[in-house]
């Protein structure tokens, strides 16, 4: 596609469930990140990917978050036992170009919205 | 660690009138990015303008330029002849120059509503 498309857009959890938020990027775009966007907050870094290989996760906020990209196009971020502070907006971007050569531009997708009840 | 801040919750503006949004921020690196980032009501976020931290000319886009204060770690947004479609929520946010050159730090975001 021509963006970066995420699904689901919005995902209603009961305490407890696991979720899983899906990331299609750009073609051929190396990067990709996860931020996790709380009401009322500017976004917050969760993790990046270089193609398929994770190179920092140290924004993931516990060890239920769990994100991958096995085949460095389509990215998953799972949630499991999901907890009402897990409520925000998780959003996916990503970028042509990798490490220095990223000048920051940043393509997002639109986020899916968590509400975890 | 690199912190932003913009003070301004919500701002508004009337149709063809112009506007700064300000921004703030806290870093000991000598080189950097600083970037505007618009987010439209539902729809994604975009890049509006960045800025080199070596470079001493002020960017510009269009309508929009920045006012770049390296000493007073200043980096504030003008909108000249602000147009409806501009409402949206305008995030300041900083990017080292290295090490972890590729991790965007945020601000909380200024409202900015623009009226007929």
């Known amino acids: 596609g021509a963006g970066v498309s995420q699904s689901p857009r919005y995902k209603v959890a009961k305490r407890g469930q696991d979720v899983a938020l899906r990331c299609d990027p750009i073609?051929?775009?190396?990067?990709l990140f996860w931020y996790q966007q709380a009401l009322g907050q500017g976004p917050e870094f969760l993790t990046y990917f270089q193609n398929e290989a994770q190179l920092d996760k140290s924004g993931l906020p516990s060890d239920r978050f769990f994100a991958e990209r096995p085949e460095g196009s389509v990215s998953t971020l799972k949630i499991q036992r999901t907890q009402q502070e897990d409520s925000a907006v998780y959003l996916c971007a990503s970028s042509l170009g990798q490490g220095a050569t990223n000048t920051g531009e940043l393509f997002f997708g639109e986020g899916s919205r968590l509400t975890v009840l | 660690a690199q912190t932003v801040t913009q003070s301004q919750p919500e701002m508004s503006v009337q149709e063809a009138e112009t506007v700064t949004l300000s921004c703030t921020y806290d870093?000991?690196?000598?080189?950097?990015?600083l970037f505007w980032y618009k987010q439209p009501p539902s729809r994604q976020m975009i890049l509006v303008i960045r800025q080199e931290a070596y470079k001493q000319q002020n960017a510009t886009e269009n309508r929009f330029s920045v006012n770049f204060q390296k000493a007073a770690k200043s980096f504030s947004l003008k909108i000249s002849d602000s147009q409806l479609g501009d409402t949206a929520m305008y995030f300041c946010?900083?990017?080292?120059?290295?090490?972890?050159?590729?991790?965007?730090?945020f601000g909380k975001g200024t409202l900015l509503t623009v009226n007929p």
């Open positions: 946010a900083f990017m080292r120059s290295r090490g972890s050159n590729y991790k965007l730090t």
């Open positions: 073609s051929g775009h190396v990067s």
């Open positions: 870093t000991s690196e000598s080189n950097y990015y």
